[in-house]
């Protein structure tokens, strides 16, 4: 064999052995964050989550399917602020996968990038009953934070696939140009609940409620985490005649004894609302979670003034 051959023999192994640029396999504890990667990561990306938008995301138990999802990934974005503090630290002891460990560029914890609010001052644990010890996780509901979420992840897949920087930042633009768009308009849609007191059974409505300027007056939950008691219950419809609440707002997951005894002592009107991507059919992407929210809550919110007036 010539010099020549040898010279070309070894290019083309090399060619061989050099594998076509592989997608960063991204795994998302929620459906939200799947969805912030995805308009984030487009085709660059692959995307999982681990716990569908229909799911309680506090209280989950993992399979083996999570575990081989975990096992995978090059990168794993998580809720954090003690969300998945039930079920996540035993899922990535099983995946034993170095890459997505916390503390590892792999592991990005997106409550480190919001701000959360009603973080306790004093002590607080799980063991007490409020599955919030660490603040209020439920960030996602405040499209601000959502930008925020959507830069810390273009910069982190930017940072673990330098080649496809460019596509990150063109769409993480194009995401904050939608959002731009929307949010005067979500804004507008919700002036009727400006300062309104509101319901909620947990205290996942509390970002929404302080992005568009309602107020969570009481939730069904006396604890986040705990379900109500009897007494609790006429507690709150004692509150509810007082202070003229109208409005109830909830998740799809829970239950709804507590609501329909609200609704049947005090004429509050129960509205089920949309946590999470994918928590209801038609809800696909971020986006489409507030067009949803701002629509439902737009429309009840009418319907009890319509009512209020012809009393
Ligand atoms: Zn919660």
Request: hydrophobic share 45%; glycine share 8%.
């Amino acid at each position: 064999m010539n010099i020549l051959n040898r010279l070309l023999c070894a290019g083309l192994c090399l060619v061989c052995a050099l594998p076509a640029h592989a997608a960063l396999r991204v795994v998302a504890t929620t459906q939200d964050l799947a969805a912030l990667a995805q308009a984030v990561g487009g085709d660059d990306i692959r995307v999982q989550y681990l716990v569908p938008g229909t799911r309680d995301p506090h209280f989950v138990s993992a399979r083996p399917s999570m575990i081989r999802k975990v096992y995978r990934a090059d990168l794993l974005l998580a809720v954090g602020a003690g969300l998945e503090v039930g079920w996540l630290p035993a899922l990535l002891e099983s995946a034993r996968n170095g890459a997505v460990q916390p503390g590892a560029p792999g592991y990005l914890d997106l409550s480190t990038t919001v701000g959360l609010l009603d973080v306790p001052r004093g002590p607080v644990t799980r063991a007490m009953g409020d599955v919030h010890a660490q603040g209020n996780p439920h960030y996602w509901l405040d499209p601000r934070r959502g930008l925020r979420m959507a830069r810390a992840i273009a910069e982190r897949l930017t940072q673990l696939d330098p080649a496809q920087a460019a596509g990150f930042a063109q769409r993480l633009a194009a995401f904050e140009a939608q959002m731009a768009e929307a949010l005067p308009r979500w804004r507008t849609a919700l002036t009727v609940l400006r300062d309104q007191p509101v319901i909620s059974y947990h205290t996942s409505f509390r970002y929404l409620a302080d992005a568009f300027g309602f107020r969570i007056a009481a939730q069904v939950e006396p604890k986040p985490g705990i379900a109500p008691s009897p007494a609790y219950l006429a507690r709150l419809v004692q509150r509810i005649r007082r202070e003229h609440i109208g409005l109830l707002i909830m998740e799809p997951y829970y239950e709804r004894r507590s609501a329909q005894y609200l609704q049947a002592q005090t004429g509050i009107r129960v509205l089920i609302l949309p946590q999470s991507v994918g928590a209801l059919p038609g809800i696909e992407t971020y986006f489409d979670l507030f067009e949803r929210i701002v629509a439902e809550l737009e429309k009840a919110e009418r319907e009890i003034g319509q009512q209020a007036a012809s009393r």
